[in-house]
């Protein structure tokens, strides 16, 4: 099965490959993403029937109120209607694919032939905790972000604020964490800006999230990101609420929290003690499971495929 990038640059986000690489299909799949400079590949005119994996983003300030679907609305999308995008969009509209799989689908737009899929997730199963050594886990919520979208400054900002309010501390540096927990007393926050050019082993960065009963996923670029697939895996995620489709639903109170934008305190602060968590916990490790690569792409994307492609 040929995979073929849209971009004759061959730019693609490697996480995004690495899922797609182990997808079975019997006729190609076509990879579009945002990428710089993008320049048409002309090695799709070669080809007939294909499946269209979809991940692109719109900009963290980007108002979805209809799902961007390539030879149908670009137009109202301008970031993809642009120079090579047209002549991509253009033979999208010449030549259908057999099926869309969408990363910003919105729920509305969902059907036989478009249907939703997500980063998988790709780093290694954590053990489960007890009941009691999960309450006991000393930290309230860890948030590890990057600048891709302004709202995750605000979280940043606003658990700063709250700290006046609930009384607890802060740790927002992850080199004076190890300090943070041996002489602060009391609730812990960890909330910390880990920029692109400073990354730290997301293994390490996850034993911090797995002290925290609670791991913050905000919107990134997209709606979406890629750490719903992390902080699931070993805390309660809580994520903004939205009105996308996805590949296995995340559904407040039974796999994850979820607010509206700039409630993300108030809600930790009102979940924390909640004899509810941890089963919430329980769940959303199950449902991490789910999306683990070998899994997500058995159980969830290849009987899609085989159903809309044979």
Same mark, same amino acid.
């Given at each position: 099965m040929?995979i =073929? ?12 490959h690495?899922l ?8 190609? =799949?076509?990879?579009?993403?945002? &990428?710089?400079?993008? &320049?048409?590949?002309?090695?799709l ?6 499946i269209?994996?979809?991940?692109c983003e719109?900009?963290?300030?980007a108002?979805? +109120? ?11 999308f +301008?970031?993809y209607? +642009?120079? #090579?995008w047209v002549?991509? #969009? ?6 259908p694919?057999k099926?869309i799989?969408?990363r910003?689908l919105l729920? !509305?737009?969902v059907s ?6 997500d980063?998988?997730? +790709?780093?290694?199963?954590?053990p ?7 309450y006991h886990?000393?930290?309230?919520a860890c948030?590890y972000?990057?600048r891709?979208?302004e709202?995750?400054l605000e979280i ?9 309010v609930y009384?607890?501390?802060?740790? #927002? ?14 609730? !812990? ?15 390490e960065v996850l034993?911090?999230n797995?002290?925290?009963k ?18 699931s ?17 995340? &559904?407040?109170?039974f ?6 934008i ?30 683990? &690569?070998?899994?997500? =792409?058995?159980e ?5 495929i085989?159903?809309?492609?044979k």
């Open positions: 040929p =073929i990038l849209a971009d004759n640059n061959g730019q693609v986000d490697s996480a995004y690495t797609v690489r182990h997808i079975q299909s019997s006729i190609p =799949i076509v990879m579009i993403s945002w &990428v710089e400079n993008f &320049v048409f590949n002309p090695e005119l070669k080809i007939k029937d294909y269209l994996i979809c991940f719109y900009g963290y300030d108002v979805l +109120t209809d799902t961007h679907l390539w030879g149908n609305n670009s137009e109202k +301008t970031r209607y +642009t120079g #090579d002549k991509f #969009d253009d033979w999208v509209k010449e030549n694919p099926l799989l969408k910003e729920k !509305k737009d036989e032939k478009v249907q939703p899929i980063y998988a997730a +790709t780093t290694q199963s954590i489960i905790q007890s009941e009691e050594e999960f886990r000393p930290l309230s948030y972000f990057g891709s979208h709202g995750r940043h900002s606003d658990i700063w604020k709250g700290a006046t009384g607890y501390s802060v740790c #927002d540096n992850i080199y004076y964490f190890n300090g943070f927990i041996q002489h602060e007393s009391g609730k !812990k926050y960890f909330s910390a800006h880990i920029p692109h050019y400073q990354r730290h082993p997301i293994e034993i911090i797995g002290l925290a609670i791991g913050i996923a905000p919107f990134g670029a997209g709606q979406k990101t890629f750490r719903s697939q992390e902080v895996s070993n805390s309660v995620m809580l994520m903004w609420e939205d009105n996308l489709a996805w590949g296995i639903e995340w &559904v407040h109170g796999n994850c929290l979820k607010c509206k700039g409630e993300e305190v108030e809600i930790i602060e009102k979940w924390i003690k909640d004899p509810a968590l941890y089963s919430i916990y329980l769940e959303g490790v199950k449902t991490w499971d789910r999306y683990r &690569v070998g899994r997500y =792409i058995s969830y994307i290849n009987p899609i085989n159903k809309n492609c």
